[in-house]
């Protein structure tokens, strides 16, 4: 695709000069056959695949194949790919007493990231990297059990009984049914929901090297075992720079709407270096052009609304937003376009999710490419732990002060 890199791994030896690029703005990590992003013209494909067309055609566990695997895979694969992943949605029972464990104002994503480290504990025949045998049986175990540990989270939260995964459902009709139904009632399942959850889901499939991408690489260079490198990228998309911004964006439209609909104050407050205050869902690293994925996610939001023939404010108020800041010169002049967060937590709204549960979303989403990331480093000739440099810039060497003189 035309990307040029220059191979600085000798320059240290050749001229005693590391590389100092402060957030990786200007680093690459690895080479990578996953992901293509082009930031400028707003352009994301997976192994080749635009995006746009995977999630009008695909349905996700057949994404997280090509993700995993390189290619789509044919109906037999498919099939054997589907029944592996349905064999093993169940936790082991004593997982149950993790989740007693929490507080019910646990935030779920800490729940998240606890209970997939706790996998490690539970699943200790399928830990070790080097063995084939084990790495697959630890790929289809975390994604079949990720979407169960989701909805348990939830329901501990809300203080309902688990329901159990129902291996008859597909990916997301199972998840949904864990979320929402009860013992007590009959869940009906509405189908545009089961849609635009497996939409949203791929669109947040893979990313490049974004922070959790890079922090399961990270973590996993260090040849720990799969779950243990997941736990990590689950941390690090929580923050609200990541994937964290789903849920921080609705906060922050709710506040908007709260404070009378005052769109000039809040895009002065961002505009202000000396004010902390960002507009949430808005800006990207890579990304200098409208985020295809948002695109996407706006669609959805008109179509689910018009079909359940709701209105919501927030949605209004995120449109006029968008079109009072892209019509700025201070996001022009940045190039700052709405994001994936920006308009996701309006389906999941119209869904009945939680916001606290927004960012667990993005996770679900994002665990094959965790995965796929962390095979093709393990697949890689050229594998090393991962250990950047730095600048020393502390003080030389000193004597020491004893206590009582300090
Ligand atoms: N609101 C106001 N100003 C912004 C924003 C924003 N959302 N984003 C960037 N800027 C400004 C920033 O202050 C800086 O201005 P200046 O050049 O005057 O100092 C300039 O734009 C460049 O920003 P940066 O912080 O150097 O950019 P970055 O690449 O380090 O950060 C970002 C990228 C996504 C963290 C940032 O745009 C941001 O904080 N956005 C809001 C949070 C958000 O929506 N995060 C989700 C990202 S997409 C999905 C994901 O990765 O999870």
Redesign the pocket.
């Known amino acids: 695709e035309g990307n040029r890199a220059l191979d600085i791994a000798k320059l240290a030896a050749q001229t005693g000069h590391i590389t100092l690029d402060d957030?990786y703005a200007n680093t690459g990590s690895t080479a990578s056959r996953i992901t293509f992003v082009d930031g400028e013209k707003g352009v994301l494909r997976y192994r080749g695949y635009r995006v746009e067309e995977l999630a009008e055609r695909c349905d996700f566990t057949e994404t997280s194949y090509l993700l995993i695997h390189g290619e789509l895979p044919s109906a037999e694969q498919l099939e054997e790919f589907r029944t592996n992943v349905r064999q093993h949605t169940l936790l082991h029972e004593g997982m149950k007493q993790i989740f007693a464990g929490f507080p019910p104002d646990a935030h779920p994503m800490a729940i998240l990231s606890s209970v997939v480290g706790a996998l490690a504990i539970y699943c200790h025949d399928s830990l070790d990297p080097a063995d084939e045998e084990q790495q697959e049986l630890a790929i289809y175990r975390m994604l079949a059990k990720m979407p169960t540990i989701a909805a348990f989270s939830y329901k501990q939260s809300i203080g309902q009984p688990f329901i159990y995964p129902e291996n008859r459902l597909t990916y997301c009709q199972n998840f949904l049914q864990m979320m929402f139904a009860v013992p007590s009632e009959r869940y009906e399942m509405d189908p545009a929901f089961v849609d635009a959850l497996n939409l949203v889901l791929i669109l947040h499939a893979d990313h490049g090297q974004?922070c959790s991408t890079s922090a399961v690489r990270m973590v996993g260079s260090s040849t720990v075992n799969l779950f243990s490198s997941i736990s990590a990228g689950i941390c690090a998309l929580w923050g609200?720079?990541?994937?964290g911004?789903n849920e921080a964006c609705i906060n922050m439209l709710e506040m908007i709407l709260n404070d009378g609909r005052n769109l000039g104050k809040y895009i002065d407050k961002?505009r202000d270096?000396n004010d902390p205050f960002?507009?949430?869902?808005?800006?990207?690293?890579v990304y200098k052009n409208y985020d295809p994925r948002a695109k996407v996610i706006k669609e959805v939001c008109h179509r689910l609304l018009e079909n359940h023939g709701q209105e919501d404010p927030l949605f209004e108020l995120a449109q006029e937003l968008e079109e009072v800041a892209l019509n700025d010169s201070y996001f022009v002049d940045?190039k700052?376009y709405p994001?994936?967060?920006f308009y996701s937590g309006i389906i999941y709204r119209v869904m009945g999710i939680p916001k606290n549960m927004y960012t667990v979303l993005f996770a679900l989403g994002r665990l094959p490419g965790w995965i796929a990331h962390w095979r093709e480093m393990h697949l890689a000739p050229n594998m090393r732990i991962h250990r950047p440099r730095q600048v020393y810039m502390g003080h030389s060497e000193r004597d020491f002060v004893p206590l009582i003189k300090r």
């Open positions: 957030g974004n609200a720079l990541h994937g911004a961002a270096s960002r507009l949430m869902g808005f800006g990207h690293r940045r700052l994001n994936v967060d």
